[in-house]
Nanobody, 115 residues
Framework: QVQLVESGGGLVQAGGSLRLSCAAS????????MGWYRQAPGKQRELVAT???????DYADSVKGRFTISRDNAKNTVYLQMTSLKPEDAAVYYC?????????WGQGTQVTVSS
């Protein structure tokens, strides 16, 4: 079992920045991909960014150039640096980890962007 705990959400003005963190604990061996998804009210959960253990990254088109995902394998932590935030980025952000074919989710952290 892998437990994921997110932190760093909050309220920010449009154009501002936030950094989300997600710490993995428990049986963290062989965690391959980690990433961030988000879900706004009335919308489906969508992929924001992913990073593999080899640090290969992928981003949703809507966040490319503004968000950066990174990973500290020694700390089993993944980060999402968000800049130039827009009101449409507001959502609950969920951390995700893939281990041996099983997916794990964090509890989510709210990001609110005021215009």
């Amino acid at each position: 079992q892998v437990q994921l705990v997110e932190s760093g959400g909050g309220l920010v003005q449009a154009g501002g920045s936030l950094r989300l963190s997600c710490a993995a604990s428990g049986s963290v061996f062989s965690i391959n991909a980690m990433g961030w998804y988000r879900q706004a009210p009335g919308k489906q959960r969508e992929l924001v960014a992913t990073i593999t253990s080899g640090r290969s990254t992928d981003y949703a088109d809507s966040v490319k150039g503004r968000f950066t995902i990174s990973r500290d394998n020694a700390k089993n932590t993944v980060y999402l640096q968000m800049t130039s935030l827009k009101p449409e980025d507001a959502a609950v952000y969920y951390c995700y980890a893939l281990q041996l074919g099983l997916g794990y989710w964090g509890q989510g952290t709210q990001v609110t962007v005021s215009s």
